[in-house]
T-cell receptor
Framework: QQQVKQSPQSLIVQKGGIPIINCAYE??????FPWYQQFPGKGPALLIA?????SEKKEGRFTISFNKSAKQFSLHIMDSQPGDSATYFCAASIVSGTASKLTFGTGTRLQVTL | DTGVSQNPRHKITKRGQNVTFRCDPI?????LYWYRQTLGQGPEFLTYFQNEAQLEKSRLLSDRFSAERPKGSFSTLEIQRTEQGDSAMYLC??????????FGQGTRLTVV
């Protein structure tokens, strides 16, 4: 059972555009929602994360929007650049207690063209 | 470099052989995780340690897989009698309790 669904599978935007990647989760016990960026041959790198007590978080050009009632969250990349071309993964976990493993989405391959 | 270190970066092995991977976490991190990532998919949780105790194992971790973290420092992941289906990127991550997890570069395993 896939607990975190991610869409779209791939995305092409022009430089300066605002790609949006969406995720939906099922387990209401999740209380931590990070986004990771991964380049080919590298491990995932943490971009930004949010807890469910806020609806939006911004760090530089990256923004997470969170809708607790809909069990959805999304990543927006402002003023996208060719260097942002990578695969992006959303994830979710339960931070409290012992079960803090991450459940990942299937990834979105982003290409930013000139 | 004070990040998570994994060795080797690449491993090619023949079917049926045993392989062992090593992960050195960020030094003060008490939690260490192993994930497996196949092409075009997100990482899948395998197991994690808090200090030297292995607290959870995924059903993906068959009896051919074993992980250890002696003394709560580095960790090893061993796969016995490798199969072609074991070909994947094996990722290690570490964190402090309740904090963000940082990943290593991974070990790419190819079973031929």
């Amino acid at each position: 059972q896939q607990q975190v669904k991610q869409s779209p599978q791939s995305l092409i935007v022009q430089k300066g555009g605002i790609p949006i990647i969406n995720c939906a989760y099922e387990n209401t016990a999740f209380d931590y929602f990070p986004w990771y960026q991964q380049f080919p041959g590298k491990g995932p790198a943490l971009l930004i994360a949010i807890r469910p007590d806020v609806s939006e978080k911004k760090e530089g050009r990256f923004t997470i929007s969170f809708n607790k009632s809909a069990k959805q969250f999304s990543l927006h990349i402002m003023d996208s650049q060719p260097g942002d071309s990578a695969t992006y993964f959303c994830a979710a976990s339960i931070v409290s207690g012992t079960a803090s493993k991450l459940t990942f989405g299937t990834g979105t391959r982003l290409q930013v063209t000139l | 470099d004070t990040g998570v270190s994994q060795n080797p970066r690449h491993k090619i092995t023949k079917r049926g052989q045993n392989v062992t991977f090593r992960c050195d976490p960020i030094s003060e991190h008490n939690r260490l995780y192993w994930y497996r990532q196949t092409l075009g998919q997100g990482p899948e949780f395998l197991t994690y340690f808090q200090n030297e105790a292995q607290l959870e194992k995924s059903r993906l971790l068959s009896d051919r897989f074993s992980a250890e973290r002696p003394k709560g420092s580095f960790s090893t992941l061993e796969i016995q009698r490798t199969e072609q289906g074991d070909s994947a990127m094996y990722l290690c991550a570490s964190s402090l309790l309740g904090a963000e997890a940082f990943f290593g570069q991974g070990t790419r395993l190819t079973v031929v």
